[in-house]
């Protein structure tokens, strides 16, 4: 029994070994064609060229004006002066909070400011005549001086009352709410009997329209171009395109370009301004800004097909020693119809895979024309 069990034991562990090579060279052979893998691909040659073309930017839009209405005095909404989304004048009235309690205080602070006056005017008579009692000392020096006493006390009234009247008329004032300036109103987040407080409840929103700003982004290392449009207000060199894809008809000029870098992103906001008559361009739309430019030297070209995007970071493949690809991030600049500038990342003279990227892998060999066929030849 034991010699048989050893037999066994010996043939199973020659099988398992000889399937471990097996294994072995079958990897070998799988890598060794792999490494012999040609792919067929189309071939384009990084070229350099002085460029003109538009640079896109992803852009928002704002309005120079914008603000949150609020209630500055408390009640009941009693009157809407306006539609949703209504244009609006500077002055024009929105909203009255019921101003019947604030009118009351109005008048009692004026009744209070002309009594503070009769009594001023009464201390005064008394106050002359116990002067001219005084300069032929027929009265005493004190009762004089309680004159003077009672007359700044009363002067004193007057002011307390007048500001009174200004507290009780800016209440009455602010239960009206008037546009801080032209523009469109939002829908109204409040309804006629509304309770409104101070400070805490929103009425509504206005905004400017015309003119309107659009806000991009720009790397630090275009501010110098940016100035240079700023400073000369060319208007043909700026252009918007609206989120179906057209174009917007008035051109922009840079009007503001911000005091400071994100030093977390490294770039600087920028402002253009467009005329905006029909209200097209909306607060908060996201558009593209474009901006044309020509480059002061020549640039690093390539087909823009070529171009894979993964998130924000392009990338190429580049055909490199013994035609193998290899794959490159690249930083792109203006895009010139179906070709792309390219910063960095690919040197002029060097082959970009252009189709069959699909195919392709780090490493593996590419070709530009069909590979050789590996049929044997028919026999005759």
Not at 129 to 150: C, E, F, P, V
Not at 194 to 222: C, F, H, M, W, Y
Request: glycine share 6%; proline share 4%.
């Amino acid at each position: 029994m034991n010699k048989r069990h050893l037999l066994t034991a010996f043939f199973i562990g020659t099988t398992l070994i000889w399937q471990s090579c097996g294994n072995k060279d079958a990897q070998k052979q799988q890598a060794a064609q792999q490494a012999e893998k040609v792919v067929q691909v189309t071939f384009a040659t990084a070229t350099e060229e002085v460029v003109t073309g538009n640079q896109a930017y992803p852009a928002t839009v704002k309005p120079l004006n914008e603000s949150d209405l609020f209630a500055e005095v408390s009640g009941y909404v009693t009157k809407i002066y306006v539609t949703d989304g209504a244009s609006v004048s500077k002055g024009q009235k929105l909203y009255e909070i019921d101003g019947t309690r604030y009118t009351a205080a109005l008048d009692q602070a004026r009744a209070n400011l002309k009594i503070a006056q009769s009594n001023f005017d009464r201390v005064q008579t008394d106050l002359n005549r116990y002067q001219a009692l005084a300069d032929k000392d027929a009265i005493a020096k004190q009762t004089l001086d309680y004159a003077k006493t009672d007359l700044a006390n009363q002067k004193a009234q007057i002011v307390a009352a007048q500001a009174a009247v200004t507290t009780a008329q800016t209440n009455l004032n602010r239960s009206t709410i008037r546009a801080p300036f032209a523009g469109i109103v939002g829908i109204s987040d409040v309804r006629l009997g509304a309770l409104v407080n101070p400070g805490t409840t929103k009425l509504n929103t206005v905004s400017s329209i015309n003119p309107i700003a659009v806000e991009i982004q720009v790397s630090e290392r275009d501010i110098p171009q940016f100035v240079a449009l700023q400073k000369s207000g060319t208007a043909s060199q700026i252009s918007a395109t609206l989120p179906d894809g057209t174009a917007y008809t008035s051109a922009g000029r840079i009007a503001t370009i911000d005091r400071a870098v994100d030093p977390q992103t490294g770039t600087i906001k920028v402002r253009a301004n467009f005329e905006n008559p029909s209200n097209i361009l909306r607060a908060g739309m996201n558009v593209s800004l474009n901006i044309k430019t020509n480059s002061t030297k020549e640039e690093v070209v390539i087909p823009y097909k070529a171009i894979q995007d993964q998130l924000g970071v392009f990338n190429v493949y580049v055909v490199g020693d013994s035609s193998k690809a290899e794959h490159r991030q690249v930083e792109l600049g203006l895009k010139l119809g179906d070709k792309v500038v390219v910063k960095s990342g690919v040197k002029v003279g060097e082959k970009i895979i252009v189709d069959g990227i699909m195919n392709v892998q780090p490493g593996v060999k590419v070709t530009d024309t069909p590979p050789a066929s590996t049929a044997a030849p028919a026999k005759k």
